[in-house]
């Protein structure tokens, strides 16, 4: 079966810090991948997606970066955190080739810019 | 105008109501629609698909009116397990989010 895992759960982060959440899918090869940020009380945002490795998809500009340095691992990167930052960021993944609209998410990294 | 736009709620009913809410979209090329389930501070879910006309699945039921470019969920016989935020998506090359609907069930 597959699987998606994210990390950190939690941190809390002073503004200008860098950033680094993880997200690694098993069981499955080449999904498309995506990074989200659901800020309280919006809706989800597409800050990236990519379709292979090294491909990535920026959908709002920003302060952070995303990479795909293996097949079924993503990175979210920011070099320096602003206070707007602050989200509930969730990694996701779904088939390729198969535009089904169904995403699995992992369980989300909590992020507390102060 | 957002893509996707949704009533924040929240929907307070009793166990056994029925509760229905919309989500309005602004892109009428749009194909594909989807409601996920999302429970507090977790991940969200894919509860249906409405892909034609609409969908039923158990005690849900999700419909689509493409002529006023929104779709709906229905809960008929509402149990406190349902207590929790409704995410309405469509699907263009992305997955486009409203910012849910927040659905509270009591005993």
């Known amino acids: 079966s597959q699987t998606i895992h994210q990390w950190p759960a939690t941190l809390v982060q002073p503004v200008g810090s860098p950033l680094s959440l993880e997200c690694t899918v098993e069981?499955?090869?080449?999904?498309?991948l995506y990074w989200y940020r659901q800020a309280a009380g919006r809706g989800l945002q597409l800050l990236f997606y990519?379709?292979?490795?090294?491909?990535i998809s920026s959908e709002v500009p920003q302060n952070l970066s995303a990479s795909r340095p293996q097949d079924r691992q993503f990175i979210l990167s920011s070099k320096k955190l602003l206070l707007s930052d602050s989200g509930f960021y969730l990694c996701?993944?779904?088939?390729?080739?198969?535009?089904?609209?169904?995403?699995?998410f992992g369980e989300g990294s909590r992020l507390t810019v102060l | 105008r957002k893509e996707v736009e949704q009533d924040p709620g929240p929907f307070n009913v009793p166990e056994g109501a029925t509760v229905a809410f919309n989500c309005t979209y602004s892109n009428s090329a749009s194909q594909s629609f989807f409601w996920y389930r999302q429970d507090c501070r977790k991940e969200p879910k894919l509860l249906m698909s409405?892909?034609?006309s609409g969908n039923e699945d158990g005690r849900f039921t999700a419909q689509l009116n493409r002529a006023s470019q929104y779709i709906s969920l229905l809960i008929r016989d509402s149990k406190l397990s349902d207590s929790a935020t409704y995410l309405c998506?469509?699907?263009?090359?992305?997955?486009?989010f409203g910012a849910g609907t927040t659905v509270t069930v009591r005993a």
């Open positions: 996701a993944w779904s088939y390729s080739g198969r535009n089904t609209g169904e995403l699995f």
């Open positions: 990519s379709v292979g490795i090294g491909q």
């Open positions: 409405v892909y034609s």
């Open positions: 069981g499955t090869s080449n999904p498309n």
């Open positions: 998506a469509h699907n263009d090359y992305k997955l486009s």
